[in-house]
């Protein structure tokens, strides 16, 4: 697969995303759809890299920076697309930019919870800290974080 990651993508890409995320919406009711707001947010931030095969986006991870922290916010890859190393290659590339931005530790928030075996093999670990859950139910997400050698 000849996959391209892309910081700062063409406003075309960011429409690709948005049809594919709006149909798993539709059809499963799951996905990042419903944070579209902060895609798009993302996006007008220069925040958002975007993987691409043939012309298309087929996957985005949403990422913000604080002092020497930084943030993946989202990570979505279209259903089609998955279990090919695309989510491991956008997490790789944002890494490397954070590397270079002189940040030490990585914060994850594992939701949904299915992704927190995907982000343990990326090296992340589980944070001393209580399960997030707003609404007094199951937990809701697992903090994780990474410590990069800069």
């Given at each position: ?39 798009e ?17 087929i996957?985005l ?90």
């Amino acid at each position: 697969m000849n996959l391209i990651i892309e910081h700062n993508p063409p406003i075309q890409r960011l429409r690709q995303l948005e049809v594919w995320l709006k149909q798993e919406y539709e059809k499963i009711g799951e996905g990042f759809y419903c944070n579209w707001n902060i895609i798009e947010d993302a996006y007008n931030k220069n925040q958002l890299l975007c993987a691409t095969f043939n012309d298309s986006a087929i996957g985005l991870l949403v990422w913000r920076k604080w002092e020497n922290f930084g943030f993946i916010e989202i990570l979505s890859i279209n259903p089609k697309d998955r279990k090919q190393k695309i989510g491991a290659s956008l997490t790789i590339e944002c890494e490397s930019y954070f590397m270079t931005e002189k940040v030490t530790i990585v914060h994850v928030d594992c939701h949904p919870l299915s992704s927190h075996l995907f982000w343990k093999k990326q090296g992340y670990t589980d944070c001393n800290c209580e399960k997030y859950n707003p609404n007094g139910n199951s937990a809701f997400s697992i903090k994780l974080h990474k410590k990069l050698n800069v």
